[in-house]
């Protein structure tokens, strides 16, 4: 399983971006993803995570921090999930990295020693 991340930049306070991360290779063995944060000298952080199920139906999570603010989501057509970011804040500045999970869990993991699969990362930085 692959992982592309994209779509980082710099956008000023309060701005919005998108970021996507596409999934190639054999995605039947992964039913969640999760977008994680790393900001200089700090340790890398869950943001949020989407949960997919094979009869339909998804879950998802986000950090306090984010809530109303982002937003995931997955297009399984395109294998590619997105984290829309609004109102962004200087302290969202980091490199954003998604991953995938293999596990089925009944909940979206938010420890990064959960997931298997990692992408390269993309890094958005937002100027005050």
């Known amino acids: 399983v692959q992982l592309q991340a994209s779509g980082g930049g710099l956008v000023q306070a309060g701005g919005s971006l998108r970021v996507s991360c596409v999934v190639s290779?054999?995605?039947?063995?992964?039913?969640?993803m999760a977008w994680f944060r790393q900001a200089p000298g700090k340790e890398r952080e869950f943001v949020a995570g989407i949960r997919w199920r094979g009869a339909g139906g998804t879950i998802t999570d986000y950090v306090n921090s984010v809530k109303g603010r982002f937003t995931i989501s997955r297009d399984g057509a395109k294998n590619t999930v997105y984290l829309q970011m609004t109102s962004l804040k200087p302290e969202d500045t980091a490199v954003y990295y998604c991953?995938?999970?293999?596990?089925?869990?009944?909940?979206?993991?938010?420890?990064?020693?959960?997931?298997?699969?990692w992408g390269q990362g993309t890094l958005v930085t937002v100027s005050s």
């Open positions: 290779g054999d995605t039947w063995d992964t039913n969640a």
């Open positions: 991953t995938a999970d293999r596990v089925r869990r009944i909940y979206v993991a938010k420890m990064p020693s959960s997931y298997v699969y």
